[in-house]
């Protein structure tokens, strides 16, 4: 990709106090979908997915005004940082996955609610291979390929529901693919960069705690402040 001339960050509550983003200068922009608050700068852009005082719930993420936001701002491309569950022992907590692919079947976001359209939805494989590239720039070990399963939230997921998307998909989050739909439908390119917090429910004895995942979402986020740090120095 070479040097990024314009680039949207999508964040977690994880990022938003991170200090990479000080220079960054708040904004609050108006769309037709919603109010939107946002940090920029020159080149680049953060926008917080769960707001500014981190308590939008996953399932309550206005991700329609977000994504019009970024467009509105003529945006290149996005990268998102999104925290996500463990379907596979071998993937495990504290590990970073690009997926190349994802499902969604429930609630489904568009911008085409009245009127006939369809995308052919996916992630895009330029920025999928900036991202990968980025991480190991900074030294950072990255899986290549997953495929994303985003259930709705604001809940985790049964042993049961484990013990079938498992079949079927590698990490399971609650935000990422209403934002990919979303871009591809405005035709901005996305990608994610996804932190592995925790296994799923039942995927090993161990109790999972929410005070674990939290827990395990520390232990990437040097690596990530890495890869973001040096992409803003491009």
């Known amino acids: 990709m070479g040097n990024v001339s314009s680039l949207a960050f999508i964040v977690g509550t994880s990022l ?6 000080e220079t960054f200068e ?7 979908y919603g109010e939107v608050n946002l940090y ?22 206005n991700h329609k005004a977000n994504i019009a936001a970024i467009k509105k701002l003529d945006v290149e491309r996005i990268v998102a940082i999104n925290s996500v569950g463990s379907l596979k022992k071998e993937i495990r907590p504290g590990t970073l996955v690009v997926p190349h692919d994802y499902i969604n079947f429930w609630s489904i976001n568009t911008f085409f609610d009245n009127k006939i359209h369809h995308i052919i939805p996916g992630l895009d494989e330029e920025t999928r291979r900036f991202i990968i590239s980025q991480v190991k720039n900074v030294g950072g070990e990255v899986v290549e390929n997953g ?7 604001p809940r985790l997921e049964t042993k049961s529901e484990i013990n079938l998307l498992k079949k079927f998909g590698d990490i399971v989050g609650m935000t990422m693919a209403n934002e990919a739909t979303l871009s591809k439908e405005t035709d901005i390119p996305y990608a994610t960069l996804c932190s592995v917090d925790n296994y799923c429910h039942g ?3 161990e109790e999972l705690t929410y005070e674990k995942i939290r827990e395990a979402s520390k232990r ?3 690596i990530i402040e890495a ?8």
Do not use: A, C, W
């Not at 852009?45 to 996953?58: A, D, E, Q, S």
């Open 147 to 153: 495929i994303y399963i985003q259930t709705t939230g």
């Open 203 to 205: 995927i090993i004895k």
């Open 26 to 32: 708040h904004e609050s922009l108006t769309t037709e």
């Open 227 to 234: 890869f973001i740090k040096n992409i803003l120095k491009k």
């Open 40 to 61: 920029r700068d020159n080149r680049f852009l953060m926008v917080p997915r769960h707001g500014v005082k981190k308590n939008i719930p996953p399932h309550r993420i």
């Open 220 to 222: 990437s986020l040097s």
């Open 16 to 21: 938003f106090e991170s200090k990479i983003f």
